[in-house]
């Protein structure tokens, strides 16, 4: 029984703060983040329910269609969230590699033309 947990996050990082907001939404605890983790307090030295924090995780890994990727493994107080098949979530990362980015203000954009337009406004 626990009044407070530890939720491991090392594979998921790129989600954590979604996974965050929903867990905690859940099980009416107050989190704080950490690096490659974030904690779980109860209201008033309530005991955190485990299993409802584990199924929270299971369904939010559901819902956005890695629910087969990840095992959610919990060792007293921590709960840790691992790659099976050594996948790491990187949403963040993914719709970069096809963009082009403005060299002086970081303006984002598909396309290289839009780019162009835009470059001009740096030069009147
Ligand atoms: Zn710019």
């Not at 907001?21 to 859940?26: A, R, T």
């Not at 329910?49 to 959610?72: H, P, Q």
Request: negative net charge; proline residues 2%.
């Amino acid at each position: 029984m626990f009044s407070m947990l530890t939720i491991d996050c090392r594979d998921v990082e790129s989600i954590k703060s979604e996974l965050v907001v929903y867990v905690s939404d859940q099980v009416a605890a107050i989190p704080t983040l950490k690096n490659h983790a974030f904690m779980l307090s109860s209201l008033d030295d309530q005991i955190i329910d485990k299993d409802v924090v584990i199924t929270s995780i299971k369904e939010f890994l559901g819902s956005i269609g890695e629910g087969n990727n990840f095992a959610v493994i919990s060792n007293n107080d921590v709960i840790s969230i691992k790659s099976i098949y050594g996948k790491i979530i990187e949403r963040d990362s993914l719709p970069n590699s096809d963009m082009f980015s403005c060299t002086h203000c970081g303006f984002l954009t598909r396309y290289e033309v839009e780019l162009q337009n835009h470059m001009k406004l740096h030069y009147l």
